[in-house]
């Protein structure tokens, strides 16, 4: 786990153009192996559908592959720009695009630096304050293109409230042609209206606030998207720190330490695991509840305890929260059960501990139990894994 | 009449899950008998599942119907 004082919560949202069921937006993002350095790129292939969204997946995974290797970012983007092809009618290029590649630096410095070509502007945010980015303009030479060709450049540092915001034309033309927007949303306005969400709640999630600003647009074309609407944000902020306990330590003599390392922690708290729950509640005389208003046929009820964010059963609600992390099914398509709401913990955290204790629980010798569940070192192990590597949080482990 | 319905991994698993589903359904139908359905943890008899407790006391072992069954013995045997 990095141990910075920052993390940055990259999340997008999008709609596609009516009647398309597939983007000509696209959008990557994807963290180094060391994970200092996080890029994110939105691409916008002309037109829509298939033809568009091969364009703009191209362009895409171009540009996350160079700023990933040590060409530097203006270079990467010539080479994306000459590798594009140019439509022979229109004379433009097929794919417009944002990257943002961010660079951690030791101590605790985030630096950004941003290539944009034919995009909307992205914004850059300090708290509800929009701050403007002065940009280097890098003139192109491209044969097959007839307008001089121009890409822009800048680098921002990065503190804690900043935000980038990054959209297609989708966005800023929403509205396009009504009374109300002859010309489309705009740029500016889309501003106002960022500054306005961002005034009534500083501490938004990035995928909250791109979903706002894309279900805006929408809005203004009638609830019938004329474009792809895609939204991408990054935030950097305080980390939201979450530790989950799971089941009993080795040695009962350990019981007193786990309960006091988790009931000191900063953060939220989930009790995974009955026999778990039962050690809290003894240690620190607090009664846990069953509450049977939310379960279904494969996952028990979740528990209440003061104190404690979540309590759950341990390893039939851990094997499906593994199994729909790994599916990546958005929580909203969740049943109402504890698997949902530890989902919804386990996304809205940036840094997950995880204490997990050793002794091997009997009842899971038992055979109506399914094999596969009844190791817990290997389900956390594979929530560890997914968390990281699909969702980019940063895990840790400690055995007791 | 109080049911508690032990909720651990292990009874959940062995039908504790269906027991708890056939009760809602007759405690829906049945409003006049009056159950109080509440979920317990592990009752450490895990071997001897799945576990419910019936005004107190401890019955091991029995699926929905039966359970069913033995709250309607119950309930006739009232005054
Ligand atoms: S799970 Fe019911 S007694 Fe252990």
Same mark, same amino acid.
């Given at each position: ?81 000459? !590798? ?11 794919? !417009? ?74 966005? !800023? ?40 600003? #894309?279900?805006?647009?929408? +809005? ?51 009790? @995974? ?28 009820? +979740? ?18 929260? +593994? ?17 949902? @709401? ?6 809205? @955290? ?9 002794? #091997?629980?009997? +009842? ?10 009844? #190791?817990?070192? !290997? #389900? ?21 | ?17 269906? *027991? ?15 159950? *109080? ?29 039966? *359970? ?12």
């Amino acid at each position: 786990m990095r141990p910075g004082k920052f993390v940055v919560d990259v999340d997008y949202a999008q709609f596609y153009k009516q009647g398309q069921r597939i983007g000509g937006d696209v959008f990557l993002y994807s963290r180094n192996p060391e994970k200092n350095r996080i890029v994110c790129t939105l691409s916008d292939g002309l037109g829509s559908g298939v033809k568009a969204n091969v364009l703009a997946s191209m362009t895409a995974h171009m540009a996350q592959k160079l700023s990933f290797s040590p060409i530097n970012a203006v270079h990467s983007a010539e080479i994306i720009m000459n !590798t594009l092809p140019v439509c022979k009618e229109r004379k433009i290029s097929y794919s !417009t695009f944002s990257i943002i590649q961010i660079l951690l630096g030791e101590q605790d410095g985030i630096t950004a630096q941003l290539i944009e070509y034919d995009n909307p502007r992205m914004f850059l945010f300090d708290r509800s304050v929009s701050v403007p980015v002065e940009q280097k303009r890098i003139i192109l030479d491209r044969p097959a293109a007839c307008k001089d060709e121009s890409l822009s450049w800048s680098s921002v540092g990065l503190e804690n409230g900043c935000r980038l915001i990054m959209m297609t034309d989708g966005v !800023t033309q929403s509205g396009l042609g009504t009374h109300r927007y002859p010309l489309g949303w705009r740029r500016s306005a889309v501003e106002s209206f960022i500054q306005q969400l961002l005034k009534e709640d500083e501490d938004i999630s990035s995928k909250e606030l791109a979903r706002a600003i #894309i279900q805006k647009a929408r +809005a203004l074309d009638a609830g019938l998207p004329k474009d792809d609407i895609t939204c991408a944000v990054v935030t950097v902020r305080r980390p939201r720190d979450l530790i989950i306990a799971t089941g009993p330590p080795y040695r009962e003599s350990d019981d007193a330490a786990l309960v006091e390392q988790v009931m000191d922690f900063q953060g939220k708290k989930i009790i @995974s695991g009955g026999t778990t729950a039962q050690i809290f509640s003894r240690e620190c005389h607090e009664e846990v509840r069953v509450d049977l208003s939310s379960w279904n046929a494969d996952i028990p009820p +979740a528990s209440s305890m003061k104190g404690v964010d979540l309590v759950t059963e341990g390893m039939l609600t851990l094997n499906r929260v +593994a199994v729909e992390l790994e599916r990546r099914t958005p929580v909203e398509e969740l049943p109402p059960t504890a698997v949902r @709401s530890y989902l919804e913990l386990l996304l809205s @955290s940036d840094r997950v501990f995880f204490v997990v204790g050793t002794t #091997i629980n009997e +009842a899971h010798q038992d055979p109506n139990i399914p094999f596969e569940i009844g #190791i817990r070192r !290997t #389900i956390i192990h594979r929530i560890r894994t997914v968390l990281e590597d699909s969702y980019l949080k940063e895990t840790s482990l400690s055995y007791l | 009449m109080k049911i508690e319905l032990c909720m651990g991994s292990s009874c959940f698993a062995r039908g504790n899950a269906a *027991v708890l589903e056939a009760l809602e359904l007759y405690a829906s139908q049945h409003e006049d008998c009056e159950i *109080v359905l509440a979920g317990h943890l592990c009752l450490r008899e895990c071997s001897k599942g799945p576990n419910i407790r019936i005004d107190g006391e401890l019955c091991q072992g029995l699926g929905p119907r039966e *359970v069913i069954s033995r709250l309607k013995q119950l309930q006739e045997s009232k005054p």
